[in-house]
């Protein structure tokens, strides 16, 4: 059935955004495809006054069937992203040449979630998402506004946590606060502010934003603390252990499905009752 104006293309996916890659996947909840995305993370950004020849129609089909993400080339138009120009992404991008190239700020002090390229390249990649979507569906492209319901989990890794890996993880420390990482914790409490005006400017758009915040998880990172320190640490926590990796990722995935399509702007903590829910 062909779709129409009044159809809500429904679509949850993890997306993972780091220095050099983009990498997640997506699924259309009604079709039940799922599409991987990987793809460096930087766009180029060109002046809305040389605008790309559009190709022919009839080869929307053909041009979306192959590696697409590294091939998008738009325009957002949106309170989260202050200009509207031209954006070219993926490998794609790699080869432009005479025009602005954007990546990650990776020396100064702003997070990625502080920077305006995170939200360029999740809304890309989840409206190229649809737009694929729809041309699988009805083999060719859209004569109206598509209308896309998202329910996304993202992973902004932080470069700061490795150069503090005995201290709290990222996001407990922005709840809880941490001697001598002021500025460590302002960023990750920003976070906060960020998923609540997220919920404030979206959320009419059945768009979602929330916090998880992790206390001590099982990786190789907490391994390599002493025995002592460790032991320390899990006095501390009334649950007695650290979380395995999986069981931040469980919330995370429930936050993104429909049975949490009316929590937003929410901080969950994932800490063993660390911090007694703040």
Known sequence: MSANSNDIITLTGGIDVGNGYVKGVIQNTKQGIFDEIDLPS?????????????????????????????QIDCSLTTPLV????????????????????TEFEVLGKHSKADQELSKVLVLGVFAAKALRDYVREDGA????????????????????????????????????????????????AGLVGMARSITRELGARGITANVVAPGFIETDMTAELPEQQQAD??????????????????????????????ISGAVIPVDGGLGMGH
């Open 42 to 70: 930087a766009v180029v950004s060109t002046s809305r006054t040389s605008p790309k020849v559009p190709l022919p129609d009839a080869d929307a089909a053909s041009v979306l069937a192959g590696d697409f993400y590294n």
């Open 82 to 101: 202050a200009a509207s120009d031209r954006r070219i992404f993926g490998r794609a991008a790699l080869s432009v040449r005479g025009s602005k190239f």
């Open 141 to 188: 492209l859209p004569d109206h506004e598509l209308r896309v319901q998202v329910r996304a989990g993202l992973a902004l890794p932080i470069s700061e946590f490795v150069a503090r890996r005995h201290a709290y993880a990222a996001e407990f420390i922005g709840l809880l606060g941490s001697a001598g990482q002021v500025n460590y914790s302002s960023s990750k």
């Open 233 to 262: 640490y899990k006095k501390s926590i009334p649950a007695g252990r650290f979380a395995s990796p999986n069981e931040v990722a469980k919330v995370i995935a429930w936050l993104a499905s429909d049975d949490a399509a009316y």
